[in-house]
């Protein structure tokens, strides 16, 4: 139940194009949903996050949408770009009253955009 | 790298010695991490810290003890090391006052031979 699930594994994208990542998450306690970006290298950073109360939350060409219901949210880059290309890392936690919940991570989608 | 310096950056040690990774921050965060990123698994927690001589175990603890001893280092030993040790191991760090973003350091690659 404290899994997150993320698909798809890789992704290949044209220049210009929607580049779409999916997860899915069991555990309804659940509140908060980064996701983060790694270069080869590098550490994580963190991209854009959300919390149940809004279904989506736009920053620049990142966008996640939030599905309570469902038990899913997605990240989507819209105009992607060969600068985009990473791996990106979905997240999620708790807040245990007021102490800091730790991140449960899913595997990571590695994105690659072609010129 | 939000402050957050890692050392040493690489590592190859022999099976059964014991080797310490440390985390340093300059912000003076209170919440401290460390995660090993393995390929397939994504980012899985080790021990975490809510505070100095304050720890936890993760997800993946065996064969991992922490130490912090000042707010500022956080310090991971694999008292004898083994090749399933062999990763990337990154420290990360949160603030205080309700915040949730986690801040992850340049990371130490550690191979064990």
């Not at chain 1, 469902?70 to 807040?95: E, R």
């Not at chain 2, 022999?14 to 919440?31: A, F, I, M, S």
Request: proline share 5%; glycine share 10%; aromatic share 12%.
């Amino acid at each position: 139940q404290q899994q997150v699930k993320q698909s798809p594994q890789s992704l290949i994208v044209q220049k210009g194009g929607i580049s779409i990542i999916n997860c899915a998450y069991e555990n309804t306690a659940f509140d908060y949903f980064p996701w983060y970006q790694q270069f080869p290298g590098k550490g994580p950073a963190l991209l854009i996050a959300i919390r149940p109360d809004v279904s989506e939350k736009k920053e620049g060409r990142f966008t996640i949408s939030f599905n309570k219901s469902a038990k899913q949210f997605s990240l989507h880059i819209m105009d992607s770009q060969p600068g985009d290309s990473a791996t990106y890392f979905c997240a999620a936690s708790v807040n245990y009253g007021g102490s800091q919940g730790n991140l449960i991570f899913g595997k990571g989608t590695k994105l690659s955009v072609k010129p | 790298d939000a402050g957050i310096t890692q050392s040493p950056r690489h590592k190859v040690t022999e099976t059964g010695t014991p080797v310490t990774l440390r985390c340093h921050q300059t912000e003076n965060h209170r919440y401290m991490y460390w995660y090993r990123q393995d390929p397939g698994h994504g980012l899985r927690l080790i021990h975490y810290s809510y505070g100095v001589k304050d720890t936890d175990k993760g997800e993946v603890s065996d064969g991992y003890s922490v130490s912090r001893s000042k707010t500022e280092d956080f310090l991971l030993t694999l008292e004898s090391a083994t090749s399933s040790q062999t990763s990337v191991y990154f420290c990360a760090i949160t603030g205080d006052f309700g915040g949730r973003e986690q801040y992850f350091g340049p990371g130490t690659r550690l191979t064990v031979t």
